[in-house]
């Protein structure tokens, strides 16, 4: 059975979306996937994908030297001036990895919901993160992303969906 080609990152984006059995081949092993919307990934790369949820955001921070393909000012507010900051203190995006909540809140002030849950990835040489963002058009907010909207912090599926997830490879 023939597949139809993959022309763009949209329509990856919109088959992960209404494709069940295609979005689980694809976060099992996205490297021949990837390989049909013409990216291809060296052998020596692990791709790892993560999934965005209703209550789960997943974010990627940018090595420095990708800084200026990756558009901070297309990220909400509180998650940029986080990422600006991993960029300047490496001891704070250690920390950032490992508690994202606390760290948020030491930048930003911004408490985040219990129920809400934020993680942060970092691309190394050998490791690429890649992000499929929520699908907005099917969603409806959840109460903790009701209290983060509230609060300030912007659902990440309201912006532009995938900024972080394909954009660097």
């Known amino acids: 059975m023939m597949t139809n080609p ?6 990856l ?3 992960l979306w209404t494709d069940k059995d295609f979005k689980n ?12 919307v013409g990216v291809m990934i060296p052998d020596s790369l692990k791709v790892e994908v993560h999934e965005d949820g209703p209550n789960l955001r997943n974010y990627v921070l940018p090595r420095k030297e990708q800084l200026e393909r990756y558009n901070l000012e297309g ?11 991993t960029l300047v203190d490496d001891a704070f995006k250690a920390r950032l990895l490992l508690n994202p909540k606390a760290c948020i809140k030491e930048v930003t ?3 985040i919901p219990d129920a809400f849950t934020i993680c942060f990835h970092q691309d190394t040489p050998s ?9 907005p058009i099917n969603q409806e907010l959840s109460e903790s ?8 912090i912007t659902s990440p599926s309201l912006i532009k969906p995938g900024v972080l997830g394909f954009v660097a490879l």
């Open 127 to 135: 490791v690429k993160h890649l992000v499929i963002a929520t699908n």
């Open 13 to 15: 984006l919109e088959r």
């Open 6 to 11: 993959i022309n763009s990152y949209e329509a």
């Open 75 to 85: 990220q909400n507010p509180i998650i940029s001036q986080v990422i600006q900051q």
């Open 145 to 152: 992303e009701l209290e983060m909207v509230a609060g300030g």
């Open 25 to 36: 081949r694809f976060i099992a092993d996205p490297k021949p996937i990837l390989a049909e």
């Open 109 to 111: 002030s911004e408490d």
